[in-house]
C-alpha cells in the first residue's frame, strides 16, 4: 500500500515538473521526494530510492542515463545525514536544507549533461531555474521532518 502511494506521488510529481512553468523555470519536485525518503528511512534508502526517482527522470528526459540518478541519490543521501544527532532539526533547518539540495542536484545534473551530452542551457539561464526550483521546495522544507523528531 505505501510503495504504491509513493509511486503515484512520483509519477505526480513528474508530471507537475512537466505541465508547471515559473517564471520560465520548471520546478524539481523530484528532489523533494528524494530529500523526503533519505529523512525517513536513513542514508542507505535514501540513496538508494533518490537513485531510482533519478533513473525514472533520466529515462524520461531522453538524454544520457546518470546525471538525475546521481543527483537525487546524493540528495537522499545528504538529506538522511541532516535527519542524524549532529544537527537539531529546525522548520528552517529544512527550508535550507532542500533548498540547499536542490541546487546541489541542479549543480550536478547541468555539469553532467554539459560534459557528457551537450551543454543544455546557458549557465545564467542554468543557476536562474536552479534557484526557483530551490525556492519552491523550501516551501515544503518545513514540514517534512526526520522519523526521529
Not at 27 to 34: D, E, G, K, R, W
Amino acid at each position: 500500500m505505501k510503495r504504491g502511494f509513493f509511486l503515484i506521488i512520483i509519477f505526480f510529481a513528474f508530471l507537475l515538473e512537466s505541465k508547471i512553468s515559473v517564471f520560465g523555470a520548471r520546478p524539481n519536485l523530484t528532489v523533494a521526494i528524494a530529500y523526503y525518503l533519505g529523512l525517513k528511512n536513513g542514508e542507505g534508502k535514501g540513496l538508494i530510492f533518490g537513485a531510482m526517482i533519478g533513473i525514472i527522470g533520466d529515462s524520461l528526459s531522453g538524454g544520457v542515463i546518470g546525471p538525475n540518478m546521481l543527483g537525487k541519490g546524493l540528495a537522499g543521501f545528504f538529506a538522511a545525514l541532516m535527519s542524524g544527532s549532529f544537527f537539531r532539526w529546525t522548520p528552517l533547518l529544512g527550508i535550507i536544507g532542500i533548498a540547499s539540495l536542490t541546487v546541489f542536484d541542479g549543480i550536478i545534473v547541468f555539469v553532467s549533461r554539459a560534459v557528457f551530452e551537450h551543454m543544455p542551457t546557458s549557465v545564467p539561464n542554468a543557476i536562474f531555474i536552479t534557484l526557483i526550483s530551490a525556492a519552491i521546495n523550501s516551501v515544503s522544507g518545513a514540514f517534512i521532518k526526520p522519523k526521529d523528531d
